[in-house]
């Protein structure tokens, strides 16, 4: 309870402006189709540079799960998800909306959301700690090899087949090689641009291949908008049975987000959809999922929701991104002069905790917020998509413009859009390309340090228990995915594609 208070006192008024700011910003860029949690940080984050640390961070933070939140509204009344993670709402929520309830499915998504956060931030706030406190332990042979699981299962978890996952956190990899060697002061990848001295910008990649390329794919995609379904708060209130329907869904779905939210490569997409199968398998009307089964959208976004806070456990934690979002969150920390790892908690308490702080305001703001504002989100979802894009594209350049002061940076972000639309529209996932760019050289400083300790001897690094189970592990997740490729079903699917 000290630490909570800690967190609390820590918190100045510019603070809780600035955490209502993100959140709303957030829900409202979260609202556009296509854009996201990733492109709304990024877009924001010079903003963060004039501010203190803990309101940088805890700005950026409302951004984030203010984003994920105001996804579900486009999926509802438009049929549009927001971000990825409320792709799966589509399948419920708008029929829903189409059924008249469309009121009803987004008063669901408030509090099943106000929910999954809730018990996501108890999570944060109990095991990140714990976790640090082990970490400190840890050698860099063990930090290589919780890196190396990290990559696999990042490659391995993510949607697609697992062998395109590992190809694209190669590729990532690879892309995080490009610049000076701090080791030998060799340039590597550079091929004589001075640009990319100092190596391939985060920004410029996560804004390429997730804003300007989810932009282009969006438009080649672009389905015709039905009539928007009116909402009045009166239509907004579920009856007594519809909301206990809701209930054991949320709990199942918090509790599916709580664990999945820090895996590396997962996040809360993967949360969402494990949560909404599950629903769909347990249930003894599985017909009615997809035609307005107010189950198929209590589920998948609680789990969204609590996997959004779990998410930050190995980042803040360990220093260890799960999610591309959460690899830009990493950036910014560092630009602030912050290094996120196992002593981050110890070092900087008043940061951990007021950040924590703020997660409890950001909720109960969103709890508050949205519903009163559903007007101005509708009105957003109206605006022309020959108007929106645009727009959208204009501000992506101009904030990597602006974090980077290079005309550079904007050739490599519209080139990296381009490549990011080839990738979804051969069914790469984007996310462990950027996942791959972030860990690949922490991995190597990491393996380079343990065989330095170990003079070069790969068989002494395996000698420590830890990172002989670590490497096991990371074995038999290849071997899972490699044989999950090879397997009847997945050849069917294959061929049935």
């Given at each position: 309870?000290?630490?909570?208070?800690?967190?609390?006192?820590?918190?100045?008024?510019?603070?809780?402006?600035?955490?209502?700011?993100?959140?709303?910003?957030?829900?409202?860029?979260?609202?556009?189709?296509?854009?996201?949690?990733?492109?709304?940080?990024?877009?924001?984050?010079?903003?963060?540079?004039?501010?203190?640390?803990?309101?940088?961070?805890?700005?950026?933070?409302?951004?984030?799960?203010?984003?994920?939140?105001?996804?579900?509204?486009?999926?509802?009344?438009?049929?549009?998800?927001?971000?990825?993670?409320?792709?799966?709402?589509?399948?419920?929520?708008?029929?829903?909306?189409?059924?008249?309830?469309?009121?009803?499915?987004?008063?669901?998504?408030?509090?099943?959301?106000?929910?999954?956060?809730?018990?996501?931030?108890?999570?944060?706030?109990?095991?990140?700690?714990?976790?640090?406190?082990?970490?400190?332990?840890?050698?860099?042979s063990e930090y290589a090899a919780i890196l190396l699981?990290?990559?696999?299962?990042?490659?391995?978890?993510?949607?697609?087949?697992?062998?395109?996952?590992?190809?694209?956190?190669?590729?990532?990899?690879?892309?995080?090689?490009?610049?000076i060697d701090v080791n030998s002061g060799d340039y590597?990848?550079?091929?004589?641009?001075?640009?990319?001295?100092?190596?391939?910008?985060?920004?410029?990649?996560?804004?390429?291949?997730?804003?300007?390329?989810?932009?282009?794919?969006?438009?080649?995609?672009?389905?015709?908008?039905?009539?928007?379904?009116?909402?009045?708060?009166?239509?907004?209130?579920?009856?007594?049975?519809?909301?206990?329907?809701?209930?054991?869904?949320?709990?199942?779905?918090?509790?599916?987000?709580?664990?999945?939210?820090?895996?590396?490569?997962?996040?809360?997409?993967?949360?969402?959809?494990?949560?909404?199968?599950?629903?769909?398998?347990?249930?003894?009307?599985?017909?009615?999922?997809?035609?307005?089964?107010?189950?198929?959208?209590?589920?998948p976004e609680a789990a969204n929701n609590a996997a959004?806070?779990?998410?930050?456990?190995?980042?803040?934690?360990?220093?260890?991104?799960?999610?591309?979002?959460?690899?830009?969150?990493?950036?910014?920390?560092?630009?602030?002069?912050?290094?996120?790892?196992?002593?981050?908690?110890?070092?900087?308490?008043?940061?951990?905790?007021?950040?924590?702080?703020?997660?409890?305001?950001?909720?109960?703001?969103?709890?508050?917020?949205?519903?009163?504002?559903?007007?101005?989100?509708?009105?957003?979802?109206?605006?022309?998509?020959?108007?929106?894009?645009?727009?959208?594209?204009?501000?992506?350049?101009?904030?990597?413009?602006?974090?980077?002061?290079?005309?550079?940076?904007?050739?490599?972000?519209?080139?990296?859009?381009?490549?990011?639309?080839?990738?979804?529209?051969?069914?790469?996932?984007?996310?462990?390309?950027?996942?791959?760019?972030?860990?690949?050289?922490?991995?190597?400083?990491?393996?380079?340090?343990?065989?330095?300790?170990?003079?070069?001897?790969?068989?002494?690094?395996?000698?420590?228990?830890?990172?002989?189970?670590?490497?096991?592990?990371?074995?038999?997740?290849?071997?899972?995915?490699?044989?999950?490729?090879?397997?009847?079903?997945?050849?069917?699917?294959?061929?049935?594609?």
């Open positions: 309870m000290e630490l909570f208070t800690l967190g609390f006192a820590s918190l100045t008024l510019t603070s809780v402006v600035y955490c209502f700011a993100g959140v709303f910003l957030g829900t409202l860029i979260g609202v556009l189709p296509g854009v996201g949690a990733l492109s709304a940080i990024s877009l924001l984050m010079p903003v963060s540079f004039y501010l203190d640390p803990t309101t940088a961070l805890v700005f950026l933070s409302g951004i984030y799960y203010g984003a994920e939140y105001g996804g579900s509204t486009a999926s509802i009344m438009l049929n549009l998800p927001g971000t990825s993670s409320n792709a799966i709402t589509c399948l419920d929520g708008y029929p829903m909306a189409q059924n008249g309830k469309a009121g009803v499915a987004l008063t669901v998504t408030t509090y099943v959301s106000f929910f999954g956060g809730t018990v996501g931030i108890l999570l944060l706030s109990f095991l990140s700690p714990l976790i640090s406190r082990l970490a400190v332990a840890v050698g860099p699981l990290s990559i696999i299962m990042a490659a391995t978890i993510s949607d697609g087949p697992p062998m395109k996952g590992i190809a694209m956190v190669l590729l990532g990899a690879l892309l995080g090689t490009v610049g590597r990848f550079t091929f004589g641009v001075p640009d990319l001295f100092d190596g391939v910008s985060l920004v410029a990649l996560a804004l390429g291949t997730f804003g300007i390329g989810e932009v282009i794919f969006a438009i080649r995609a672009q389905k015709a908008r039905g009539p928007m379904p009116k909402v009045t708060f009166r239509s907004m209130i579920p009856s007594r049975t519809e909301f206990l329907k809701t209930l054991f869904p949320m709990v199942r779905g918090t509790g599916v987000g709580s664990v999945v939210g820090p895996l590396p490569g997962a996040g809360p997409t993967i949360a969402s959809l494990i949560g909404y199968a599950i629903e769909k398998r347990i249930s003894r009307t599985p017909h009615r999922f997809g035609k307005g089964a107010i189950e198929g959208i209590s589920s959004v806070q779990t998410a930050f456990i190995p980042t803040l934690s360990l220093g260890i991104p799960g999610s591309p979002t959460m690899a830009i969150m990493l950036g910014a920390l560092m630009i602030h002069g912050i290094s996120p790892g196992p002593k981050f908690i110890a070092e900087q308490p008043e940061m951990f905790w007021g950040l924590i702080a703020s997660f409890w305001l950001g909720n109960i703001i969103l709890l508050g917020l949205n519903l009163p504002l559903v007007g101005i989100w509708l009105w957003l979802l109206r605006i022309p998509y020959s108007m929106m894009y645009p727009v959208i594209v204009a501000l992506i350049c101009a904030g990597v413009f602006t974090l980077t002061n290079s005309a550079f940076a904007v050739w490599l972000v519209l080139g990296f859009g381009f490549v990011g639309f080839l990738l979804r529209l051969f069914d790469y996932s984007p996310a462990p390309l950027l996942i791959g760019f972030i860990l690949g050289p922490m991995l190597e400083e990491n393996l380079r340090r343990a065989l330095l300790i170990h003079r070069g001897s790969y068989i002494d690094m395996l000698s420590r228990p830890a990172t002989a189970v670590l490497m096991l592990l990371t074995v038999a997740i290849l071997l899972w995915a490699i044989l999950k490729r090879n397997s009847p079903v997945q050849a069917d699917d294959g061929h049935s594609a």
